[in-house]
């Protein structure tokens, strides 16, 4: 007949993605299912961005800027500098992906360099490139498969090097995309769920 709430102040969400600063102390950023983004600046917890938080990413030269996700391909780059906030997947052209909005795994894949912060990758079938921290996209890959894209990684001894899969197709570039090849992994009913580079 009574109940008394005991869950006051606690935060309670399903963590999907953690991104974290490497410039200052205490700045992280998480992607939460059915809770957006949120973000954590000296000790206070604030909305980022909303939906469902997936993959999400802090500017490793600049804690200032960060990048967060929705499902489905929606990647939100925020400038709390400049004070702006852009669906930057939106500048993918038109004629490159499925539809006028983009389209991609549940959490769609990007990666920042290792050595350059303006440059991201993102994964839908094909594997995009911006070298403008999202303003511009050039597709580096053909449609590697019918399927979305759900991990991408760059090794970071050599950022030519690029991995990209679904849950069970590896494929990979030692040349910046111009050539990909298809890994076999050689496990039955294996599913992947990490790409980690010996750096």
Known sequence: ?????LSNG???????????????EDNVVCGLQDNGSKLIDSNVWA???????????????????????VQNGVIIKTDFEQGTQEEISNNIPAGQKDSTSPSGAWITPYVIHPTNPNILLAGYKKVYKTTDQGDSWTAISPELTSYDLNLITIAPSDPNTIYASTFDSLYSTSDGGI?????????PQAHISCIAVDP
């Not at 007949?1 to 709430?5: E, F, L, P, S, Y």
């Not at 606690?10 to 200052?24: C, N």
Request: hydrophobic share 35%.
């Open 10 to 24: 606690l935060g309670i969400s399903q963590i999907y993605r953690i991104g974290v600063a490497q410039t200052v």
């Open 179 to 187: 050539n990909w090849q298809y890994i076999p992994i050689g496990i």
């Open 1 to 5: 007949k009574d109940w008394i709430d």
């Open 47 to 69: 909305e980022a961005t909303g939906g469902d938080g997936m993959e999400c990413i802090i500017d490793y030269t600049n804690e200032n800027i960060i990048y967060t996700s």
